[in-house]
C-alpha cells in the first residue's frame, strides 16, 4: 500500500499521523525462526540487511508479515538516506522501523482497520529490536513545524478505519517537508536490457563526489527514454 503525495495532509479526528522515514521500504516475514526481507518489487534482500533480519527474528509471533522502512541514523540520531546509501561506510546503526501489521500467525489482517492492525502490532514488538512507528499526536500545524524542525522527510496521514489495499488510496497521503537538492546522474547499473538504478552526485569544490543510488520514480516510458539519453554521454 502506497501513499499519494500531497501539497494538504487531510485533518480530523479519523486520521494518524506518523513519521515518513526517509530509508528504503521493506516486508519482512517471519515463520518460527525463519525470516525474509523484501523490497516494494518483491525483491529478496534477506542477505543484504542481516542486522534487519535478526531484529525481525526477536518478534514475539509465530509467523508475522511486517510493512516496514529501513533507516540508518546518524550521530544525532536522525535518518539518513546518504548513509543508507554507503551502508559499508554508513555513520550511524541499519534499523528497522515498522508501521503495520498484514498477517499474523496465519490469519489475514488487511481487511482490520489500520487502527487494529497497528495495536496488534505494537503487541508483538514489545521486547522485540523492531522499532515501532508510534503515531504523533496533537495538532497537525504544531506537528509539521515540529517535523520540519527536526529536518525529518515529512509527514505521513493514514485513515484510521483503513484497510490494507495494494496500490495508492485515498486512506494515505505524504506530505514532503524535507529541502530537496539536484543531483547529476554519473552513470548507471545496468540490468538486462534496461537499468537497475542511476548513480548520482553533487558538485563539491569543482569534483563530482558520489551521493547515492537511484530506483524509485521510473516507469517503463521515462526508464527508456532515460536509458537512451544515458548511452549517448557514455565514454
Not at 523490497?39 to 526477536?58: C, H, I, Q
Request: aromatic fraction near 10%; hydrophobic fraction near 35%.
Amino acid at each position: 500500500m502506497s501513499a499519494k503525495a500531497v501539497d494538504k495532509l487531510p485533518e480530523g479526528n479519523q486520521w494518524a499521523y506518523e513519521i515518513k522515514w526517509d530509508g528504503y521500504r521493506l516486508e519482512a516475514i517471519k515463520l518460527l525462526e525463519q525470516v525474509q526481507l523484501f523490497s516494494r518489487k518483491a525483491k529478496d534482500l534477506t542477505t543484504d540487511f542481516p542486522e534487519v533480519r535478526r531484529s525481525v527474528a526477536t518478534v514475539k509471533a509465530t509467523s508475522a508479515t511486517i510493512d516496514g522502512e529501513i533507516v540508518v541514523l546518524d550521530e544525532q540520531g536522525r535518518p539518513s538516506f546518504q548513509g543508507l546509501q554507503r551502508r559499508s561506510r554508513r555513520a550511524g546503526p541499519i534499523v528497522y522501523y515498522a508501521f503495520d501489521l498484514l498477517h499474523l500467525d496465519g490469519v489475514d489482517l488487511t481487511g482490520l482497520p489500520l487502527s487494529k492492525r497497528k495495536e496488534k502490532l505494537k503487541a508483538i514488538l514489545q521486547g522485540s529490536k523492531v522499532l515501532y512507528s508510534e503515531n504523533i499526536p496533537g495538532d497537525l500545524e504544531v506537528i509539521i513545524e515540529h517535523v520540519r524542525q527536526l529536518e525529518l522527510e515529512g509527514i505521513a496521514a493514514k485513515r484510521q478505519d483503513s484497510r490494507y489495499l495494494p496500490g495508492k488510496s485515498d486512506g494515505w497521503f505524504k506530505l514532503q517537508l524535507k529541502k530537496q537538492q539536484e543531483f547529476v546522474i554519473g552513470g548507471y547499473r545496468p540490468e538486462g536490457r534496461t537499468f537497475d538504478c542511476v548513480v548520482v552526485g553533487v558538485y563539491e569544490k569543482g569534483q563530482l563526489k558520489f551521493s547515492g543510488k537511484v530506483r524509485a520514480g521510473f516507469n517503463r516510458f521515462n526508464r527508456a527514454k532515460l536509458l537512451q539519453l544515458m548511452r549517448c554521454f557514455e565514454t
